[in-house]
């Protein structure tokens, strides 16, 4: 861990053992789930605590492959355990389908049940080794790790992969409450049904989890209470209940981005930014689990062009299933418009591969960052500094857009979830960036996205409130 930034090893103020706890991470095999918790590995392991990282095999080889900010492989303490699950259907993610959950993930997360037994395996070897087995699942996860209720010296830790926003609503909406809603007046008009966020499989996919979550020992947020306190208090209030606590422990990501990568080069349109201005780029990138249709990505590149901002435009296709299964040639080959690349080649650059997205974020020539407001990307670009043109496709993205744009304040909508159906015009597009790049609008709002950088900075340096919430989950573990 001699590369990552300089975490204290609390072990020896607090005076327990903690080599004899084992944590094992259980994450969701999707890109931006294995991110998260591997992220919070780093931050575990800097505790002195060996992390056991639990996935299938190409997922695990993916995670590690894709991770920016700081290097697995010369991370001692963590340890990868490829297990391998049966066969499923991996189609690529249709890219006209109206509802944009990725629906092509479906077998996949079908499959995963069968991560059960060698999890359940890897716990008891544990259990005889280590003092405490400690467990920290996606939320998602919980039925494959149900076995640890058997295991007398093991317990586990629910994450949560959304914003505690996101979660709170959730949590409000099964409650049902007559009560007045504890948030600011109107924001709850604001806050988006969730109509079409995921599809009916998915729906009955959580709830067959959630049947195995009221026994664990408490819930971890990749959520910093200088962005979230009071979503936070809000979730602790309504969920009461002293055994269970919850702990606000994000951004998992660096702020500090030192590792290296293990091999290979700089990417390219890193050097590119280099040459920048500061603040002058926007960085256009939509995740991993939605295709935009062809009429859209037209419509998006004739809206950067007639914006004349200066971009960095990710235009990739959403992961399979099985990362491994489609090599480049079966991936749609999208066409821009005729003579795009080489009309805006003095201020564009189109990347077709995967980038080092917490890398362009933090570099000082980004100023903006057009996103589909997954919660991996929000919180990358809220520790950034980097304020957000919003383009939120499903799931949790609606709402977290809600808590960029109305609630922090440090974005603009670029996608109206009330008009998902339709093609978002480049007139709305080159609209928007013009005011979020070029207005002082946009440079207000860029100054609240600065201020927050620099709080969540503080929270996460020693002594700041999401050092002191960690250094309590690890006191906890090791009581
Ligand atoms: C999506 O629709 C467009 C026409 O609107 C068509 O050209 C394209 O082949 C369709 N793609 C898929 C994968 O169905």
Request: aromatic content about 8%.
């Amino acid at each position: 861990m001699a590369s990552n930034p300089p975490l204290n090893h609390r072990d020896a103020q607090n005076g327990s053992t903690p080599s004899q706890v084992a944590v094992v991470m259980v994450p969701l095999p999707a890109q931006g789930h294995l991110n998260q918790l591997l992220h919070l590995s780093r931050l575990i392991a800097a505790y002195n605590i060996p992390i056991h990282f639990v996935s299938t095999t190409t997922h695990n080889h993916q995670a590690k492959l894709r991770l920016h900010g700081w290097n697995p492989l010369t991370a001692a303490n963590i340890h990868f355990h490829d297990f391998s699950i049966p066969e499923f259907q991996s189609p690529t993610a249709n890219p006209n389908a109206s509802n944009k959950f990725p629906s092509h993930l479906q077998p996949l997360f079908n499959t995963v049940s069968h991560l059960r037994r060698p999890v359940a395996a890897l716990l008891q070897t544990l259990s005889h080794t280590t003092h405490r087995v400690v467990v920290v699942h996606d939320s998602l996860m919980s039925s494959v790790v149900q076995d640890v209720f058997s295991i007398p010296n093991a317990e586990s830790y629910i994450f949560h992969s959304i914003s505690a926003f996101s979660v709170f609503w959730y949590f409000w909406e099964g409650l049902e409450q007559e009560k007045p809603l504890p948030v600011e007046e109107g924001l709850e008009k604001q806050v988006p049904s969730l109509d079409d966020c995921f599809t009916p499989e998915f729906m009955e996919f959580i709830v067959s989890e959630q049947k195995y979550m009221s026994s664990c020992s408490g819930y971890l947020y990749n959520a910093c209470r200088v962005i979230e306190g009071r979503y936070m208090d809000l979730i602790e209030k309504l969920t009461g209940n002293e055994n269970q606590k919850h702990w606000a422990i994000g951004p998992f990501n660096p702020l500090e981005l030192t590792g290296k990568k293990p091999d290979g080069p700089r990417h390219e349109c890193l050097k590119w930014l280099d040459k920048q201005e500061p603040k002058s780029v926007l960085f256009v990138s939509f995740g991993t689990t939605t295709s935009l249709p062809d009429e859209q990505i037209k419509e998006l590149a004739t809206g950067l062009e007639e914006s004349e901002v200066t971009f960095i435009w990710v235009l990739r296709d959403a992961d399979r299933g099985d990362m491994t299964a489609g090599d480049e040639g079966t991936m749609r080959k999208v066409e821009l418009p005729k003579g795009f690349e080489e009309r805006v080649k003095e201020r564009g650059v189109v990347v077709r591969d995967w980038a080092p997205q917490l890398e362009i974020l933090g570099h000082f020539a980004t100023g903006g960052f057009m996103s589909h407001c997954g919660w991996n990307s929000c919180m990358e670009s809220i520790s950034m500094g980097v304020p957000i043109a919003a383009w939120p496709m499903h799931s949790d993205q609606p709402r977290n857009a809600v808590l960029m744009t109305e609630v922090l304040k440090i974005g603009l909508v670029a996608k109206d979830w009330a008009r998902r159906d339709e093609t978002v015009k480049a007139s709305t597009i080159s609209r928007v960036l013009k005011r979020l790049m070029g207005s002082g609008e946009g440079e207000e709002i860029r100054q609240r996205a600065q201020e927050l950088h620099g709080a969540v900075r503080r929270a996460v340096a020693d002594g700041g409130i999401t050092r002191l919430e960690m250094d309590s989950f690890v006191a906890h573990i090791t009581r």
